[in-house]
């Protein structure tokens, strides 16, 4: 059973820089896992941030950045703002079809 | 606007059958692959599966855990998407939420509100 694998929580101090990152028991997370990461915010559905990678929706704040880093997916927040404390899921897709979600990671900004 | 509108959850025996409807407006459906995730009370995202557009064939793909059980379905002219639940377990219990889902550069968008299925006896 493939699973794939965030920190569980990370803690941000207001106006900082943290990345989270999503690894796969597979192996290195590659493009051809479209990677995307979702915000949720308590009692909220979740909201997409980044798609294939990188790629922002239109109504995702420009501190968010999505990438590969060391053979994961990343998500980096820059500036942080007290309004990004929330959990952060990350998807991958296996042949582009079997969707994995990560367990997610709690950010708190402190 | 897009808007996914889930309905159909509730309180279920084990063993019983139930199914979710997702009501979408606000841009082409057909166009589109719909997708189902669902999160227990307190844990984590867990995705369920997907129905590709009919341009992609409208085959189904799904989650080990659900499989064999779950199928989702579609009809363009509502602009509907379906979960059909059947055999469920008391695990099953979850919030469900329905998402666009882009066929062919896999990510999902929008999502509804959810609703919740519980099952208990």
């Known amino acids: 059973q493939t699973v794939v694998t965030q920190e569980p929580s990370l803690t941000v101090s207001p106006g900082g820089t943290v990345t989270l990152t999503c690894a796969s028991s597979t192996g290195a997370v590659t493009s051809g896992y479209y990677p995307n990461w979702f915000q949720q915010k308590p009692g909220q559905a979740p909201r997409a941030l980044i798609y294939r990678t990188s790629n922002k929706h239109s109504w995702t704040p420009a501190r968010f950045s999505g990438s590969l880093l060391g053979g994961k997916a990343a998500l980096t927040l820059s500036g942080v703002q007290p309004e990004d404390e929330a959990e952060y899921y990350c998807?991958?897709?296996?042949?582009?079809?079997?969707?994995?979600f990560g367990g997610g990671t709690k950010l708190t900004v402190l | 606007e897009v808007q996914l509108v889930e309905s159909g959850g509730g309180l279920v025996q084990p063993g019983r059958s139930l199914r979710l409807s997702c009501a979408a407006s606000g841009f082409t459906f057909g166009d589109n692959a719909m997708s189902w995730v669902r999160q227990a009370p307190g844990k984590g995202l867990e995705w369920v599966g997907f129905i590709r557009s009919k341009a992609y064939g409208g085959t189904t793909q799904y989650a080990a855990s659900v499989k064999d059980r779950f199928t989702i379905s579609r009809d363009d002219a509502k602009s509907i998407a379906y979960l059909q639940m059947s055999s469920l377990k008391t695990e099953d219990t979850a919030v469900y939420y329905c998402?666009?889902?882009?066929?062919?550069?896999?990510?999902?968008?929008?999502w509804g509100q959810g609703t919740l299925v519980t099952v208990s006896s």
């Open positions: 998402t666009r889902h882009w066929d062919g550069d896999p990510h999902l968008d929008f």
């Open positions: 998807l991958l897709y296996y042949g582009g079809a079997q969707g994995v």
